[in-house]
Structure formats: C-alpha cells, structure tokens
C-alpha cells in the first residue's frame, strides 16, 4: 500500500499547512492500484548547489507529483503522490499520445534494472482476457447457422 512519511525542513522540523495537519511525502508501491485524477503532472523545478570534489555545482532538481485515488486507501480520497522521473515520464508519454489518463486504471509494479536494483513501475492496467478456444469458434459457428 502507499507508503508516507513526514516532510521535514533543513532544521528537521516537521513541516505542517496553517491549518497544523502534517505533510505527507506518499510514494506508490508495487501492487497499488490508483485512478489519476486529472489528465496532467505536476512538475516543480528548482535549483540547488551542491559541493562535488570540492567544487559548487548547481543542478537543477525536478519534483513530480500526481492527484490520485488509490483503491483501498485514504477512505478513496484523492492525495497528492510524489513520482519517481521514470514514473512520471512513464505517465507522461501516455498523456503525450493523447491517452485520458484519469479515464484508465493504473497499477503499480515492482521491476529489476540491468543493475539488479528493484524499482517501482507504474502503467495502465489491462484486463486479461482469455483466448478464445476450438470449441469457442465451433460454438459461433453453430450460431450462425
């Protein structure tokens, strides 16, 4: 199931709305099934520096997030889930070839990179459907008859 936790400050206090409710980091996990729930990622870019070998360096970071529903958590409210690059470019493309994202089921999924590190997927969800067998086409023959 979705997994969170707390979003902190530099100071490592815990970060809250002015309402005083806490805020949530949530991350999918692989067997979450979630329904977008508008046809559109959030991405928020900013820059930061960094030291690497002694030098400053400036890179430009790029959070993505996405409004969802998943089934069986959060009494089936929507939240706001933080996506991994892979994941939002994954949804990304779907949205480029015109798919309606919030029309479609996705579900999370755990996969193995070429380095043998585990990763979390996401992707439409597809039902199964069984081939049809000898005795289908038979039958639909008989029919037409």
């Known amino acids: 199931m979705v997994s969170g936790k707390e979003l902190k400050n530099k100071e490592g206090e815990v970060l809250k709305t002015k309402e005083g409710v806490t805020l949530i980091d949530y991350r999918l996990e692989a067997g979450d099934e979630f329904i977008p729930q508008f046809n559109s990622i959030i991405s928020r870019s900013s820059k930061r520096e ?13 959070n993505h997030s996405l409004n969802i529903i998943v ?12 996506l991994t690059p892979t994941q939002a470019k994954s949804i990304q493309k779907k949205i480029d070839d015109k798919v309606l994202i919030n029309q479609e089921l996705f579900n999370a999924y755990e996969y193995e990179d070429n380095d ?30």
Do not use: A, H, Q
Request: no cysteine; aromatic share 14%; net charge negative.
């Open 50 to 62: 960094f030291e690497e070998n002694g030098k400053k360096v400036t890179k430009t970071i790029t």
């Open 71 to 82: 089934k069986g958590f959060n009494n089936n409210e929507s939240f706001f889930v933080t």
């Open 116 to 145: 043998g590190n585990l990763w979390v997927g996401v992707g439409i969800k597809k039902e199964f459907i069984k081939p049809k067998t000898f005795e289908d086409f038979e039958k639909e023959k008989l029919e037409e008859e």
